[in-house]
């Protein structure tokens, strides 16, 4: 399969298969998954427990461990990150592509304080000496809205609130001045009113740098507050992508419209909300056919017999079900 | 529910304090115990029938409140009235009705089951503590708990652990409806579940408590899910309830600059109506150094001198609606001003 060369993508994805050996059979936990991710765009990839988006994120820069096995192909600027040396990949990781995750306690060294954690990266990863990092370190406090900065910088991460902490992790990752940042959950652990703060703050650090940002999330109203595109994902596979414009207004897969009804709506108050019945898939016992039959209204026995492909339907529009036309002409009627 | 029918529960300046260990450095100053103040002063009331809904960000106190409702927690101060009698002053017999008529469902359904035990000998548990039926009946009455939270009767012999999430939390709700309450506490109800299992979840409440006549205090930190199955909404702020009103009004025209603020910022569903401004600023004050003054005011944009030396007490904005904020006690030029916010 190739990649969709129109877009000139910066970070381009395809045939990305991650797998786990497991004592209950080999569990696969992305498949098929093809991304494209161009300059100074902000992709979500959006899904529930289970859909396989973290992993995707993980095997990107080959963050999988033992037993994990990655196959496919991820490129960027020309070279596949998935087979090129390690000595390469590490100066491209935290360097060019930099990561955030959902929670920063744990991504954080906890017995050092952050103008060291902040240092490091830039000792890594730019030519600045001891004197220029010191001044840099405060100069990205301050990027990234750490009040007292300067004083703030001595402090060991037990002392910063769950939103500062974040705040801190970002500044780690533009150390590097990044061309890439991939966040994984970077405010599902947070407070609305600091997710909020946060999510504002990518979005104005992507402008000012003009990085690309491939955010995965489980809550569609962040999708909505911050993605310019989005794909959907379940069961390891990518089920639909389009414009996040495109993809709220008109939903192709059952599994995105479903998921939209899911979240309540204003002026529907106390109504009974369009659930999907059951349960995501545990990914050593996927489905035959689509992974999605056994919840979906729409299902037929060619459903349960044959997968549906990740197929375009229209420009930037992508779908991976049989009878989408149906879905998205239902959605349009209710 | 009209205002002149007498609440089912009052809670009349409720506080609730959690002591935390001495430190050295307090003992060498000669200083109390540092203490947590969880809920300051909380007056509020639940109507027969309504859903009440609590929400508010971590460390607000809802979820301490929640379990002051169910008498898991004894009040540092004030008085939690169920039927107008004290909880705290029960006789035991009273008190044994009381803990069977409220009810609470935990947001932990892994660790609020005990995994040892199947679902059978939860509900059995539930059954003859409270003495509803007698032993021949509980067959039976198991059956029909499981029908009435749509799970397969098949699931009584099974363990917690061979539940999905949204399984287990249907488990939860059947306990907590095996002693045929009349009020249930849910404290963060679904929001360890998936968005898609959620929506069950929320369906499955909202048509029991048609149902049953269930009285429902709900307890979360989602605004959509709260404005979603709340009749009346509280909005809590480190301890205090700043604003409580009709949900409809709440949402139209919040009177509290924290409630606005909060609205605003849960992302909107619609990606045509994103802002890029943040809606607060600021993060919560240090809960062992609480601000004199107004709670909000290091974090109000519009806080003046009064804000700063004076605590704001709730009054009245409208048919059931109150908030805690000097300045909306102007009257409407300063309700146009949280607007503007």
């Known amino acids: 399969m190739k990649p969709a060369s129109d877009r000139g993508g910066d970070l381009k994805v395809w045939g990305l298969r991650t797998t786990f050996a497991t004592s209950r059979g080999v569990a696969v936990a992305v498949d098929e998954v093809n991304l494209d991710v161009a300059p100074g765009e902000v992709v979500g990839l959006v899904g529930e427990s289970g859909s396989g988006k973290s992993v995707t994120l993980r095997s990107i820069v080959r963050l999988i461990r033992e037993p994990g096995k990655v196959s496919g192909h991820v490129e960027w600027q020309g070279r596949d990150l998935l087979t090129m040396p390690d000595d390469d990949l590490r100066k491209v990781r935290g360097a060019e592509i930099a990561m955030i995750f959902q929670e920063p306690m744990t991504a954080l060294n906890p017995v050092l304080p952050v103008r060291l954690q902040i240092e490091e990266n830039l000792q890594a990863h730019t030519t600045l000496d001891s004197r220029a990092r010191r001044a840099r370190a405060l100069e990205l406090m301050n990027i990234v809205g750490i009040p007292a900065a300067e004083s703030r910088l001595d402090q060991y991460p037990h002392q910063f609130s769950g939103g500062m902490r974040q705040r801190v992790m970002i500044a780690i990752a533009l150390a590097s001045s990044p061309r890439l940042l991939l966040a994984d959950e970077p405010t599902t652990a947070l407070d609305v009113t600091i997710q909020d703060q946060i999510l504002k703050l990518l979005l104005n650090l992507r402008d ?56 309540p709506r204003i002026g529907a108050e106390r109504t009974i909300l369009t659930s999907i019945e059951g349960a995501p898939p545990s990914l050593t016992a996927l489905p035959a056919g689509c992974a999605f039959h056994p919840r979906c209204a729409f299902a037929t026995d060619h459903c349960r017999e044959a997968r549906p492909s990740l197929e375009a339907f229209a420009p930037g529009r992508e779908v991976a079900c049989f009878h989408h036309r149906e879905v998205a002409a239902m959605a349009e009627a209710a | 529910m009209m205002d002149h029918v007498a609440p089912l529960i009052s809670v009349e300046g409720l506080s609730k304090h959690f002591g935390l260990p001495q430190t050295l450095a307090g003992v060498l100053a000669g200083k109390a115990a540092p203490r947590v103040h969880a809920l300051t002063n909380v007056d509020l009331e639940v109507r027969r029938g309504e859903t009440l809904g609590i929400v508010g960000e971590s460390g607000c106190g809802k979820s301490t409140l929640a379990r002051c409702l169910v008498g898991l927690h004894t009040p540092s101060a004030g008085h939690i009235r169920f039927e107008g009698k004290d909880i705290g002053a029960l006789r035991p017999a009273e008190r044994r009705a009381f803990n069977r008529r409220v009810q609470m469902i935990f947001q932990d359904p892994y660790s609020s089951l005990n995994p040892r035990m199947s679902v059978r000998q939860v509900l059995t548990e539930a059954l003859s503590v409270h003495r509803m039926r007698p032993k021949a009946d509980i067959p039976a009455r198991i059956t029909e708990l499981l029908g009435l939270v749509r799970l397969p009767a098949d699931a009584a012999e099974r363990y917690p652990h061979e539940f999905s999430g949204g399984q287990r939390q249907r488990i939860g709700i059947a306990r907590a409806l095996a002693v045929e309450p009349e009020v249930l506490v849910a404290d963060e109800l679904v929001s360890a579940l998936d968005v898609s299992v959620q929506a069950q979840v929320i369906n499955l409440l909202l048509q029991l408590q048609e149902r049953l006549q269930l009285t429902v205090v709900f307890v979360a930190h989602d605004l959509r899910l709260v404005r979603h199955i709340s009749h009346r909404v509280a909005v809590m702020y480190l301890g205090k309830v700043v604003e409580i009103s009709p949900v409809e009004a709440l949402f139209a025209a919040p009177r509290h600059p924290y409630s606005k603020a909060l609205l605003a910022a849960a992302p909107e569903l619609d990606p045509a109506r994103r802002t890029r401004v943040a809606a607060a600023r600021g993060e919560l004050p240090n809960p062992l150094d609480l601000p004199a003054g107004c709670l909000f005011n290091t974090r109000c944009p519009l806080a003046f001198e009064r804000c700063f030396a004076e605590r704001p007490q709730l009054s009245s904005r409208g048919p059931g609606h109150l908030a805690a904020c000097h300045l909306a006690e102007f009257g409407m030029p300063a309700a146009e001003a949280v607007a503007a916010l």
Request: charged fraction near 15%.
């Open chain 1, 208 to 263: 000012q740098f003009g990085m690309s940002v491939l955010f995965v999330t489980h809550d569609l109203g962040v999708v909505a507050a911050t993605c310019d595109r989005m794909a959907v994902m379940y069961g390891g596979r990518i089920v639909e992508t389009g414009t996040v414009a495109e993809v709220f207004a008109e939903p192709h897969h059952p599994y995105t419209r479903g998921l939209l009804g899911s979240v």
